[in-house]
């Protein structure tokens, strides 16, 4: 009997002869948690005489009790209250009042690779944790030293490391860092499942990041990123990581899409908007751009190109914007004298109330220096 309620009746168990130490262990453990939420996540100083009493006569009764000599642990200090706690670990890693005791014990010495590890040890044996921890960890990504320790930590690609990334992406504190530990995790002829390469890249152009969201693109694409200014601008392979390269939009009433060496945009009849955009790197000279067709593009249907300042400026930027209605239609741009590096550059369109609907084909998009 004692030992069928020692965990969900402990005080019914406590009754029987002889003694459940398990049983014990759970009424001192329930009272050490009850004051961890009334102390709103801080361990108390000290316990009670009376749980003090029912912990000795849980580890009395069962020596094997790692929430018993946790709570022994908690009353002392010290060098005594660590090597009892690590006791404590040593015989369960699922019991969160000893891992929380260790974690709480490593922040105050500052030991970063000792906290992620027992982190990792959390994550591992109880996945309903992961609510709880995975967010503290992106939140702690966002200061530098943690990103060695990370880097070590995540390089054995721990089970819970694809739900880590699908945190850190939510995270604006912790992108900037992420990249770099990316980088650094980064291997040839990698697996990539347990990443978050395209949420990552998209975070970084959201917070504005470019150099750091170009720098990774061309690690992960192993494409130079300087050998020209538009990216896949013949259209042959599908976006990977957008909007690095094409960004592609599409509804039940416009779309893009590249297949066969073209992009295609379609839209119905009053329809219309932003097909595809990429980001592009501009250098403070003269440019001339180059959009080639497959036909020559209907008076019914508005289609064009634009181009516009990405970055966050005080400084009001020029937009050029062209339409596309020709074959092959050539536009020289000056950016001599802009104060802006990084640049959307759009391709819109619009289908007339009056005509068919659009459908266009464009071969090709090039930017080169003059």
């Not at 309620?5 to 168990?13: R, Y």
């Not at 660590?82 to 010495?109: C, K, P």
């Not at 759009?346 to 289908?351: Q, Y």
Request: proline share 4%; net charge neutral.
């Amino acid at each position: 009997m004692g030992a069928i309620s020692k965990k969900k009746v402990p005080e019914i168990a406590i009754t029987f002869k002889p003694l459940n130490g398990f049983a014990a262990e759970s009424i001192a453990s329930a009272q050490i948690k009850a004051a961890i939420i009334k102390n709103q996540g801080r361990f108390p100083d000290s316990v009670s005489q009376v749980n003090l009493g029912w912990a000795k006569r849980a580890f009395v009764a069962e020596p094997a009790t790692p929430e018993a000599i946790a709570v022994l642990a908690i009353d002392k200090s010290g060098t005594t209250a660590q090597r009892l706690m690590t006791y404590a670990f040593s015989l369960s890693r699922r019991e969160q009042v000893v891992t929380g005791w260790m974690i709480a014990d490593s922040e105050a010495r500052q030991d970063v690779a000792a906290i992620l590890s027992y982190y990792d040890t959390m994550l591992r044996t109880n996945s309903s944790s992961r609510s709880v921890i995975l967010p503290i960890m992106a939140n702690a990504l966002s200061n530098q030293t943690f990103l060695e320790p990370f880097a070590e930590l995540l390089s054995a690609n721990p089970p819970w490391a694809r739900f880590f990334w699908a945190q850190v992406v939510k995270t604006p504190e912790a992108i900037g860092n992420a990249a770099l530990l990316r980088e650094r995790l980064y291997k040839e002829n990698e697996l990539t499942e347990s990443y978050r390469d395209l949420g990552l890249i998209s975070a970084l152009v959201k917070n504005k990041m470019f150099a750091e969201a170009e720098k990774l693109y061309g690690l992960l694409s192993n494409m130079p990123t300087d050998q020209y200014l538009v990216k896949n601008g013949s259209f042959e392979h599908q976006p990977k990581y957008p909007p690095l390269d094409w960004q592609l939009s599409s509804n039940g009433e416009y779309g893009a899409a590249i297949g066969d060496g073209s992009l295609q945009l379609s839209a119905i009849r009053n329809s219309g908007g932003l097909f595809a955009r990429q980001l592009v790197k501009l250098p403070a000279r003269t440019l001339e751009i180059e959009v080639q067709s497959t036909q020559i593009i209907s008076k019914d249907i508005d289609v064009y190109m634009n181009i516009s300042c990405a970055e966050a400026t005080d400084v009001r930027q020029r937009t050029a914007r062209f339409p596309l209605v020709s074959k092959s239609t050539r536009r020289k741009i000056s950016n001599r004298s802009a104060d802006c590096l990084y640049y959307w550059l759009d391709i819109s369109g619009r289908a007339l109330e009056s005509g068919d609907g659009l459908d266009v084909v464009l071969d090709s998009v090039s930017l080169k220096l003059e």
